[in-house]
């Protein structure tokens, strides 16, 4: 059987393309990938959702969404996919026990933020932990925090926290930062933000209560270790788009993010379409992510029209 559309990922942007394409009456297969659902089911309070004013549950919006695309007839498969051939009509697409086919594509497979590979990190995402200072930094009012990194994002973030957090420390492997100019002055200059210098993390505490109440940390040069009281840690060393399955299939541009034409969701493949943050290197929001898998939608419903009046 040859599927109208195959949606690949069910973040915020592959269930807002789910649910547009199936109210186009696409019967739309939503392939949900290893992570269902994306980045937000680490997420324990979504407060920034437009509808929801006393905020909800990351994994609750991801539960709505995908209720809502069902209603409409979008199906879903918890496969990962392997790999695409888009080189030929209908596409093929491999998951790890069989091989689909589809007219169309929605490519929707999200970014995963580059952690540090620890377990009490892992273990504490959500709860103290993270990796976007735009979802979670309200939490974290009047409180301390660190922020892990030494780019324009980990200065970023710490401006941003500025607008919450008491004081700010950023922590960097070396003893300059790799940040642009401009953000270097505005983060030195601001007094909430400290800067720990030739330093990294090598663990997080304290997992058996469920929180962050600090971080063990250790000086590169003389190897000696410290245990500093903290109340959250953000991680902003980068994200990595999801597209290492799409590697010599669509055009991606230096840094793996899916090029798009225009202002359009349409791949350098015809019929194959982009949305969330595969795409999108920049903002990395749930409402951004859901507003490109509306575009996605419609434009892949028009691609399918003009097939069917050719």
Known sequence: ???????????????TAALYAARADLRPLVLEGSQPGGQLMTTTGVENYPGFPEGLLGPDLIA???????RFGARFLPKQVQSVDLAIVPFLVATEDETLECQAMIIAAGASARLLGLESERKLLGHGVSACATCDGFFFRGKKVLVVGGGDSALEE??????????????????????????????????????????????????????????????????????????GVFVAIGHRPNTAFLKNQVELDSKGFIVCQGDSSRTSVEGVFAAGDV?????????????TGCRAAIDCDHYLSSLREA
Request: without cysteine; aromatic residues 6%; hydrophobic residues 45%.
């Open 158 to 231: 710490a401006l941003f926290l500025t607008k919450f957090a008491e004081s700010i420390y950023v922590v960097h492997r070396r003893d300059k930062l790799r940040a642009s100019k401009i953000m270097q002055d505005r983060a030195s200059k601001n007094p909430k933000i400290s800067f720990i210098w030739n330093t990294v993390v090598d663990d997080i505490l304290d997992v058996a209560q469920n929180k962050v109440t600090a971080v063990r940390l250790r000086d590169v040069n003389t190897n000696d270790s410290t245990d500093m009281p903290i109340d």
């Open 279 to 291: 795409i999108d290197p920049v903002y990395k929001q749930a409402v951004t992510a859901a507003g």
């Open 1 to 15: 059987m040859v599927e109208q559309v195959i949606v690949i990922g069910s973040g915020p942007a592959g269930l």
């Open 64 to 70: 709505a969404m995908k209720k809502q695309a069902e």
